[in-house]
């Protein structure tokens, strides 16, 4: 990275990023903001997805940019955390215009993080779920820096070995653009190879930004043995890319699907039925479009490895939640 990055996705111009959470209940939202309406388009792979108003990004639909993406904890009442974002950019005068109102358009994923060991009294019924303060607070939050690991969407995620959490990275194309991602990590398999401390991501590391391990001498055959998580609807990992680079939605629509490489990189196994997968991808561009199909491809191959990186990123900087038998943080089973 050069000495101008951050290592998020927030080194892409036009965007910032905020956080929120809550300790008791183990679960938060983060929000990431542009800064202008921007291009965005969406690929959902798992089988298991919850998402709020993903239709309208396909490329045929009528509604070109967004304000926003919303990436929360809860399960299906985690989805209430758009209705906190878009009330927080409405009094910022921001959104589609239409009949003398700014509707602003924030679209959503949402993970499963109900059994962490937090006290949840909304998935109940016992009192109102505190995903829309959340997202509230959180785009009052946002900004050019943000907390990784056990924070914000990433704050009760976790994985089937390890601690899940919020992770991100960036990176500069070849074709001068640059593309970044933000990703919550509660996945139904594992970041790392077998019970070790290897990340599976380990060949796309940047100036160890995960520890610098690298891959184990040898991967015997127990290590490919798929670990799983939790039962039906107990998981799913869910990202933005994005890039300063002007795209089509068409063209949005095809990096978040080679993002999601990314997540086949850095995940074992990934895009499950249990798994509600989903990668948003948004472009703001600040940068000019890409020259030709091959400079796109520049684009799309860098968000799968800059996605990669950041599943890595979550696991890595994540911390144990303080309940009875919650998943070990990485650091606390291999130190720094």
Same mark, same amino acid.
């Given at each position: 990275?050069? !000495? ?44 298991? @997805? ?34 906190? $974002? ?9 959104? &589609? ?5 700014? +509707? ?7 993970? &499963? ?8 009294? &909304? ?33 009760? !995620? ?20 640059? +593309?970044?991602?933000?990703?919550? +990590? ?12 290897? &990340? ?40 933005? +890319? ?21 997540? !086949? ?17 948004? $472009? ?5 479009? @890409? ?26 900087? $994540? ?18």
């Amino acid at each position: 990275m050069t !000495a101008a990055m951050r290592n998020l996705i927030t080194d892409v111009r036009g965007v910032i990023v905020g956080n929120a959470d809550d300790a008791a209940a183990a679960t938060g939202v983060t929000v990431a903001l542009f800064e202008r309406p921007s291009i965005a388009s969406v690929a959902v792979l798992g089988g298991a @997805p919850g998402t709020r108003d993903t239709a309208l990004l396909e490329p045929g639909m009528t509604v070109e940019h967004i304000d926003g993406i919303v990436l929360s904890g809860g399960s299906i009442w985690g989805l209430a955390a758009a209705d906190g $974002a878009m009330s927080w950019l409405a009094r910022e005068g921001r959104g &589609f215009p239409i009949a003398g109102y700014h +509707v602003p358009i924030v679209p959503q994923a949402i993970l &499963f993080d109900l059994a962490n060991g937090g006290d949840k009294p &909304f998935a109940r019924g016992e009192s109102e779920a505190p995903y829309r303060r959340l997202a509230a607070a959180a785009c009052s939050a946002a900004a050019s820096e943000f907390a990784l690991g056990s924070a914000g969407a990433g704050y009760g !995620a976790t994985t089937a070995t390890l601690k899940g959490g919020l992770g991100s990275a960036s990176a500069i194309a070849a074709t001068g653009q640059i +593309v970044g991602a933000l990703v919550a +990590v509660n996945a139904v398999g594992s970041a790392t190879i077998g019970d070790g401390p290897h &990340f599976w991501a380990a060949p796309y590391e940047h100036d160890r930004e995960f520890g610098g391990r690298g891959w184990p001498a040898a991967i015997p055959a127990e290590d490919l043995a798929l670990r799983f998580k939790g039962g039906p609807g107990a998981n799913t990992t869910i990202a933005l +890319v994005a890039t300063d680079a002007a795209l089509t939605k068409a063209q949005a629509k095809r990096m978040a699907l080679c993002a999601h490489d990314g997540l !086949a990189r850095a995940l074992r196994p990934v895009h499950a039925p249990l798994d509600g997968d989903v990668v948003f991808a948004a $472009a703001t561009g600040r940068s000019g479009a @890409p020259s030709d199909a091959f400079a796109l491809t520049e684009l799309c191959a860098t968000a799968a490895d800059v996605l990669a990186r950041a599943v890595a990123r979550a696991v890595y900087c $994540a911390g144990a939640l303080p309940f009875p038998g919650a998943k070990p943080a990485w650091r606390d089973r291999f130190g720094a």
